[in-house]
């Protein structure tokens, strides 16, 4: 494979070039595209902020970045590819003036210009009026924005109204860095390319679903963002339910972009409403009090530093999913994300129903149902959970519980498994939108969501308390267990 396979050269603009998305995320994962030759040779990358830097000093922050949050040494060779594309501009954002400097490093008769909105949404407004003003974009341009896009479904209007005045909607890439991971697109792949799980995936043979994205961190200095979002707006409303969607939707008529937004937005259009007559039955909201993850003490939600100690935003929900449509009649899918959880865990379990009739009962009383474990972090990978016959000669049939494991990183050893981020930023280099999110897609998520957000704030619906270092609330467990279920832990 060679660069000029996949895509015309690219002006990188990535607007907020000296915060911690970019540090953290995207200069990283465009070190590793360079480092396995996955960028067009004359690919740029522009550093954009209000900063008095320059583009020596952008490339010395680059390399710090590196040093700091790579997880093996820096490669000289790749290092000094890699910092030949660098490049930075001062430039105050608010001011749509100083636009016109973007016309000194950026060709856009030879290069597509691809814009990165890595900056926080009240100034994407900003930057579309002072694009535009300049007149540098044109029918090749893209843009790339991070989530949150809105707080509710009227900001999130306002804010993709700002971009549709400026860029098209085939020109506009929506991240949620989930979609880019290989566990989750394999979804696509597991369920549509084998008969095995094609033909039963429905109701007649699953009994129920759960989705857990666990993380052990706290807040870590975000409170002001966080504690006016919560877990629900932060988690639920994008990483949560796009991994839904893609377990549920349709087999779609292809794998272009129209064909599966549009499955996905039929799902998310199918999902019961949760109201304030229901909402009670249907969601756990929780927040962290002081306990210990991995043998440390950690503090509480409302002891992290700069923390309003009345505050009742949520840190954990739990929620039961009902999908009005004919494949999903009858089968719950549970979905819970939370902060501070005993460790880092992102998984889906697909479980089957039991068998009507049960000729083993010398090994168990009741048959364990099959199961389909998606591992989508730390380790991805699938696990299928069946029952062996256990080996002798006793002329005895013992059963036994065991599983068929499918690790990415043993079966593809000679494959490097990207990241989310090196995934989608490639994809918006070779401007294949498929994985990322449409307008309508954030719209009909956020109608959704918006509906149990209101429906706690009629109710009053407190968090309730859970020490650091647990799976969430009690009423977490009763969430399932009046359905007869548990929790896979």
Not at 43 to 70: H, K, N, P, W, Y
Not at 345 to 370: M, Q
Not at 391 to 420: M, N, W
């Amino acid at each position: 494979m060679t660069r000029n396979d996949y895509f015309k050269p690219c002006d990188l603009v990535i607007y907020g070039a000296l915060g911690d998305l970019s540090k953290r995320k995207l200069l990283i994962s465009l070190y590793r595209l360079e480092k396995h030759d996955l960028l067009e040779a004359d690919t740029r990358i522009i550093g954009v902020d209000r900063l008095d830097e320059t583009s020596t000093s952008f490339i010395e922050i680059a390399q710090q970045s590196l040093q700091a949050f790579l997880n093996h040494e820096i490669d000289q060779n790749i290092w000094q590819r890699f910092s030949q594309r660098l490049s930075y501009l001062k430039i105050d954002l608010t001011q749509p003036e100083q636009y016109h400097l973007l016309h000194s490093v950026v060709d856009a008769s030879s290069r597509v210009m691809v814009n990165y909105f890595a900056v926080s949404p009240f100034l994407f407004k900003n930057i579309c009026k002072g694009l535009q003003s300049c007149g540098i974009l044109n029918a090749e341009s893209r843009m790339v924005m991070e989530k949150p896009i809105g707080y509710d479904l009227k900001s999130s209007k306002e804010i993709n109204d700002v971009v549709a005045d400026v860029f098209h909607e085939d020109q506009v890439y929506r991240i949620d860095h989930y979609l880019g991971k290989e566990t989750v697109l394999n979804l696509l792949a597991l369920r549509f390319a084998n008969s095995l799980f094609y033909t039963s995936w429905n109701h007649n043979t699953i009994d129920h679903i759960q989705i857990t994205v666990g993380e052990d961190i706290g807040i870590e200095g975000r409170w002001d963002y966080f504690d006016k979002t919560g877990q629900l707006r932060d988690m639920l409303q994008n990483h949560l339910l796009q991994i839904l969607t893609f377990v549920t939707m349709e087999p779609p008529a292809d794998l272009s972009a129209e064909s599966i937004h549009m499955e996905k937005i039929k799902l998310l259009k199918a999902l019961r409403p949760i109201t304030y007559l229901n909402v009670e039955e249907k969601t756990v909201r929780g927040q962290y009090t002081a306990g210990y993850i991995k043998g440390q003490s950690v503090p509480g939600y409302l002891e992290e530093e700069g923390a309003n100690t009345n505050s009742t935003t949520e840190s954990f929900v739990a929620i039961r999913v009902d999908i009005d449509n004919w494949r999903w009649s009858g089968v719950p899918v549970y979905m819970r994300s939370g902060k501070r959880m005993p460790n880092k865990r992102t998984e889906i379990v697909i479980n089957f129903k039991n068998l009507p009739h049960n000729i083993f009962k010398d090994s168990f009383h009741e048959l364990p149902a099959n199961k389909l474990v998606i591992h989508l972090q730390p380790n991805e990978g699938v696990d299928v959970m069946v029952l062996n016959k256990i080996p002798g000669i006793d002329g005895l049939i013992k059963l036994q519980q065991t599983k068929l494991d499918l690790s990415f990183s043993e079966t593809f050893k000679k494959s490097r498994i990207f990241g989310g981020y090196e995934k989608l930023i490639l994809e918006a280099l070779r401007g294949n939108n498929t994985l990322f999110l449409s307008r309508e897609e954030i719209e009909q998520a956020w109608t959704w969501v918006d509906s149990i957000q209101e429906a706690w704030q009629h109710n009053h619906t407190p968090p309730k308390p859970y020490p650091a270092g647990n799976w969430g609330p009690v009423a977490s467990v009763a969430l399932l267990a009046r359905d007869g279920r548990a929790w896979e832990e």
